[in-house]
């Protein structure tokens, strides 16, 4: 396993338009988490998977986005109707459970998605 | 409201010497505190981490300075070298929070040679 894979690392698209990103966690690992990234900000989170149940989602994700894990292994995060404030890195991490005999596990990123909306 | 705070967006250091990244913070929820670090078209790497109960953590050429009565944190590099120049973000985690994590807004290290 070489670790979190992200697909399309680029994406271009029309305003309006609806994209779909996916990502593909190290594969021992249950905990799922997407953040998003503008420029000069750090990522800022938007929502975690235990497994394949959606436990949190930020306020940051209007109506227009949806994530799913559907066999608690890969997910996709999908926004619809895209505007232009949706421009931004798209950041996948996972991790085991949140600590292991007290010991915290860290998150480990993918390389992102772009996304520029036109 | 900006709960992880990097008050310098760069910080420029010759090579060899020290550099010394600091962040704050606001919830005294946080437990966990960890620091990235980004090359440009990557993702952030895991870098270093510290638990609430410790006030120091070393590994290699990094250590990490918890002060929780100042709610402050601080990455030292001793000695720097010109392959540390990256952006550094500093996170925090509260354990009952679901290990999301919140970051800083980033301090970009430059190392001279």
């Known amino acids: 396993d070489t670790g979190v894979s992200q697909d399309p690392r680029h994406k271009i698209t029309k305003r309006g338009q609806n994209v779909t990103f996916r990502c593909d966690p190290i594969?021992?690992?249950?905990?799922l988490y997407w953040y998003r990234q503008t420029l000069g900000q750090g990522p800022e989170f938007l929502t975690y998977f235990q497994n394949e149940a959606q436990l949190e989602k930020s306020r940051l994700l209007s109506d227009r986005f949806s994530a799913e894990r559907p066999k608690g292994s890969f997910s996709t995060l999908e926004i619809q109707r895209t505007e232009q404030g949706d421009s931004a890195m798209y950041l996948c991490?996972?991790?085991?459970?949140?600590?292991?005999?007290?010991?915290?596990?860290?998150?480990?990123f993918g390389p992102g998605t772009r996304l520029t909306v036109l | 409201d900006q709960q992880v705070k990097q008050n310098s967006p760069s910080l420029s250091v010759q090579e060899g010497r020290i550099s010394i990244l600091n962040c704050d913070y606001t919830?005294?929820?946080?437990?966990?505190f960890l620091w990235y670090k980004k090359y440009p078209a990557e993702g952030p790497t895991f870098l270093i981490s510290i638990s609430s109960i410790k006030d120091k953590n070393e590994d290699g050429r990094f250590t990490v300075f918890l002060n929780k009565s100042a709610k402050h944190l601080s990455l030292h590099i001793v000695p720097s070298q010109p392959g540390d120049s990256a952006v550094y973000f500093c996170a925090a985690s509260a354990y009952n929070q679901g290990g999301k994590l919140i970051f800083g807004q980033g301090t970009e290290l430059s190392v001279k040679p």
């Open positions: 991490a996972s991790s085991l459970d949140g600590t292991s005999g007290g010991i915290y596990n860290e998150q480990f």
């Open positions: 594969s021992e690992h249950n905990r």
């Open positions: 919830n005294s929820m946080f437990d966990y």
